[in-house]
């Protein structure tokens, strides 16, 4: 069965279709579009219109245009409406309309992305499921998501982002979840925020969509647990939620290891022990509410369990990998923990308590960091603190890469201070001056400062081996 037919896509539109299509999926990129697709000639950077006669080339079914571009024929399939992101989202919301899918919202300073591809997994296992890919989750990622989920899908997992006042709230009303999870509020986004107190307005804002006797997961931890909850209450959702200050899903203790953490909970006054096949505390809290959430939705809790066992995070998101410096039998390898695609000090400090656990045989715990982007009037006052973090005492270096990062090269103790760029292209080419056999580095920095150029480099080093567990979301 075709996603969308062009009747079907022009009654949702209100658009004009030229031609009898169907679609197989709805793309908004030319590089990975797929034979079959719609592709959607938004307009950004540049304007998709450019692309279409390149999209039809590589096998798009149709186009979703506002006009017809000059570079196409005559004949050519095509949906023609007055915008076309307003063309996306009707599609995105007709899209939502048609199925019976029990959906699930995730938004949160940290930790959204990855507790949306826990639950993608956890769901995966007891139906059809439908998430969003990567990082989709503005006002044209979760549109996008909408108009690809199949008729017939039974669980959604839809991520919502922001990064100013008002974005999640239309977002939410578009998704139309049954259960909305909150993974935190933190510093994120205080170049659009007065204060943090802002930021959990807005986060609650995605509690405004819910269907009619929804769930909210809200973390109990966090100080402004009563703001989320409030919001719930206004709107009529039932609370649930998890934390070591929870009532319902109440952490007890957490147990981190090299490849693998352990998390021991009680749901109800009943014990329940996990795991995660990667290492990190906060990987157990997400874990924890992406259970309470899965049981919202009426999946089986147990699979559920069963399936957050064999989830691990992907390249940038925390990821672990061995790189083998020096073929020689015995030699340690190189520990990667790659968290290169995003940052704030909420989640720097998190990767930097895994980077402080990790083990290490005669080698140091060496961390890598760009800049916090978007931190606001105070943002070296951020930077700075991080080396007061308590996971600090245990790390041996710490090389800084950015303007901002200078404040926290200026704080870290002399011993600890390693070196600082402006850029991550200065830090490539002096890697194995500052690496070597049997350390353990972090890279974590926010996408804007291009780390990922020093993750490959140093897997360029030598032969990277990813643990079993990690190598399932490739």
């Not at 802002?198 to 969509?209: C, F, P, S, T």
Request: hydrophobic letters at 45%.
């Amino acid at each position: 069965m075709s996603l969308w037919t062009a009747a079907q896509a022009a009654a949702a539109t209100g658009g004009t279709a030229r031609g009898d299509w169907a679609v197989d999926g709805v793309s908004i990129d030319t590089r990975t579009l797929q034979p079959g697709d719609l592709f959607v000639a938004l307009k950004a950077a540049r304007d998709g219109h450019d692309f279409v006669a390149d999209a039809l080339s590589k096998g798009a079914a149709a186009a979703l245009v506002s006009h017809v571009p000059d570079s196409v024929s005559a004949d050519a399939p095509l949906l023609i409406v007055k915008d076309v992101l307003a063309g996306l989202q009707a599609l995105g919301r007709a899209g939502r309309a048609r199925t019976r899918a029990r959906v699930v919202a995730v938004t949160g300073s940290v930790g959204k992305t990855s507790t949306k591809e826990m639950l993608a997994r956890m769901l995966s296992g007891q139906g059809a499921t439908h998430a969003s890919v990567a990082s989709y989750n503005n006002h044209w990622g979760v549109p996008l998501t909408l108009a690809r989920m199949p008729r017939e899908t039974d669980f959604a997992v839809i991520e919502i982002g922001m990064n100013h006042p008002g974005e999640i709230a239309p977002l939410a009303r578009m998704a139309r979840p049954h259960v909305a999870m909150i993974t935190t509020v933190a510093a994120v986004h205080l170049a659009a925020f007065e204060d943090v107190a802002g930021i959990a307005h807005e986060k609650a804002d995605v509690l405004r969509g819910l269907e009619p006797g929804g769930v909210a997961v809200l973390n109990a931890d966090i100080d402004q647990a009563a703001i989320l909850r409030d919001t719930a209450r206004a709107v009529g959702a039932e609370i649930v939620e998890f934390g070591t200050r929870a009532r319902d899903y109440r952490l007890l203790d957490v147990s981190v290891h090299d490849a693998t953490t352990v998390a021991r909970a009680e749901v109800a006054g009943e014990p329940l022990l996990f795991k995660i096949a990667t290492a990190g505390q906060h990987f157990a809290m997400n874990g924890l509410g992406a259970l309470a959430a899965c049981t919202a939705l009426g999946a089986d809790p147990a699979l559920a369990a069963l399936a957050l066992a064999r989830w691990s995070p992907y390249r940038g998101r925390g990821v672990c990998e061995q790189i083998q410096l020096d073929p020689a039998m015995g030699a340690q390898p190189l520990t990667l923990l790659d968290d290169a695609y995003n940052a704030n000090p909420t989640s720097v400090g998190a990767a930097l308590d895994v980077l402080a656990a990790t083990q290490t045989q005669r080698g140091n715990r060496i961390a890598i960091l760009g800049d916090m982007k978007e931190m606001g009037p105070n943002a070296a006052r951020f930077h700075a603190e991080l080396a007061e973090l308590p996971a600090m005492a245990n790390i041996d270096r710490v090389h800084c890469i950015g303007p901002l990062m200078k404040a926290l090269h200026s704080a870290l103790p002399e011993a600890k201070r390693g070196v600082h760029l402006e850029t991550s292209a200065q830090m490539v080419p002096t890697l194995r001056t500052h690496l070597g056999m049997g350390d353990a580095v972090l890279v974590k920095g926010s996408l804007s400062m291009n780390l990922g150029a020093i993750v490959d480099g140093i897997r360029k080093m030598g032969h990277a081996q990813r643990g079993l567990a990690n190598n399932e979301n490739e």
